[in-house]
């Protein structure tokens, strides 16, 4: 991706973005997450408020070519609503932690979405056609009598047509009120799409969910909280498999939790999951049913000369993704994103620095409860561009290959259409230049969690609170 910034292969530029204006954002429009399904056709988003909304692509026509990045609302519905646990005393929010999507195998598209204890899997489907021409109601809807029923009337596709069958019940058939027994027909309507839940998954989860994976064997997929991880058939909601349990005996003895867990892409067996300690362990389910015991561990030896305070915070893994090809697998901390050859252990093979700005804000940080912040990373389609997020609505990428890096801002002012989007660099002291942003001016209460990149081409979708921003190449 020679372009990512802004070479002369192509730029960036606004293609949507979609939510409200509002100064005063509610908190249940906050997007939680975004996901792109296997082919790029379909946008997930979920919200603070445990709705999910489906974005389906523009098709591209002759007058309008330049609709890759063009996406229209699909569905839109409540995929979780508040709950309360009377044995804990508490409360269980609606909020969408995570959404995958399942590789389509019919008409229909299956996503999972998980709030903090249960995860679901919901049915996507188109209807465009309903039933007309029962026997048991009227046309005006009410029930008639079924021993009154005389003959069989087959409705066809022609309007007014009808095909008459001579029914007798009943010796006497002149004393009974003929009527006609109809076999309903499907008759064309307007497209509906349906969002059905066809599994609930419950009950196995003691801490909050942070991550959901699917197997590449499509039949299985992996749920994991603070201190578990669970795996489960998608056929089966009644029972998982705990497969990691790091949960100490004595709980003061605890010293790291469960980030984030993904399964690899080709290799059904194989799972990594992070820590809030910043190690990766990689772990192999023909090895043994309980993956307590790693087969490889991943980790960055700490210069002992730049450690603080504020170390093991910094250094919490907050997600972990896999490559497409399945050779490398990415971590975002909270200053770098880090590259990881699966058959090196000792040290990231790449890493580049999000915001090293912030080293010295840190103590400003930690006050606002800003360090806390979990940011996600993804890959571009070919593994060969990373993105992440930052504060004031930036966000970064990273060209692997030429180590190129640009930082972009999510902004309504540059959200005219096919508006390019102009880098954007941070001040950090002395004397700022003209199109430079100082540190101190830095907006914390606007960050970009969440981003997803397009499968196969140059779109990615950035959440920006209650907006979702997409953006394009332009080809020059």
């Not at 795996?231 to 029972?239: A, G, K």
Request: aromatic share 10%.
């Amino acid at each position: 991706m020679a372009g990512v910034a802004g070479g002369n292969d192509f730029q960036w530029c606004f293609s949507q973005v979609k939510g409200a204006i509002d100064e005063d954002v509610a908190e249940a429009d906050i997007i939680s997450t975004v996901e792109f399904n296997y082919s790029g056709e379909l946008l997930a988003t979920g919200d603070k408020g445990g709705r999910v909304v489906i974005f389906q692509h523009e098709q591209e026509s002759k007058n309008r070519p330049h609709l890759r990045g063009e996406y229209n609302v699909y569905s839109t519905f409540q995929s979780h609503e508040p709950e309360f646990d009377y044995l804990k005393s508490l409360e269980i929010e609606e909020k969408i932690n995570k959404i995958r999507w399942l590789p389509q195998q019919n008409a229909a598209h299956f996503l999972l979405s998980t709030n903090d204890k249960t995860i679901k899997l919901w049915k996507i489907s188109e209807r465009d056609k309903r039933a007309e021409g029962y026997n048991l109601k009227d046309e005006d809807g009410r029930l008639r009598d079924p021993f009154r029923i005389t003959s069989l009337r087959v409705c066809l596709a022609v309007p007014q047509t009808c095909l008459i069958l001579s029914m007798t019940l009943c010796d006497n058939f002149s004393k009974i009120d003929c009527c006609t027994f109809q076999v309903p027909v499907l008759m064309p309507m307007d497209l509906m799409v349906e969002a059905s839940p066809r599994r609930i998954f419950a009950n196995a989860h003691t801490y909050h969910i942070n991550s959901i994976s699917v197997n590449s064997d499509h039949e299985t997929y992996l749920s994991a909280d603070d201190l578990r991880i669970n795996l489960w058939h998608l056929e089966i909601t009644d029972r998982s498999f705990n497969i990691v349990d790091i949960k100490p005996a004595n709980m003061e003895e605890l010293t790291e939790v469960i980030t984030a867990a993904e399964c690899h892409p080709h290799q059904c067996n194989v799972f990594v999951y992070s820590s809030s300690k910043g190690t990766i362990r990689l772990c192999d389910m023909r090895a043994a049913a309980l993956c307590d015991r790693h087969s490889k561990f991943f980790e960055e030896p700490e210069d002992p000369s730049s450690r603080s305070f504020f170390s093991e915070i910094i250094s919490s893994i907050s997600d972990v993704k896999f490559s497409h090809s399945g050779r490398y697998m990415m971590t975002r901390d909270y200053l770098s994103v880090k590259v990881w050859d699966l058959n090196m252990e000792n040290r990231p093979v790449e890493t580049y620095q999000v915001h090293e700005y912030l080293r010295s804000k840190l103590c400003s940080l930690y006050e606002n409860d800003c360090i806390f912040d979990k940011f996600e990373c993804c890959w571009n389609g070919s593994d060969s561009a990373i993105m992440t997020g930052s504060y004031n609505n930036f966000f970064r990428m990273f060209d692997r290959n030429t180590r190129r890096d640009i930082t972009l801002e999510a902004s309504r002012e540059s959200s005219k259409p096919r508006a390019t989007l102009k880098p954007r660099k941070v001040s950090t002291g002395g004397k700022r230049k003209k199109d430079e942003i100082s540190v101190d001016s830095l907006d914390f209460n606007k960050k970009i969690l969440h981003t997803a990149w397009h499968p196969k081409d140059n779109v990615i979708a950035v959440a920006a609170t209650n907006n979702l921003y997409i953006f394009q190449d332009k080809i020059n």
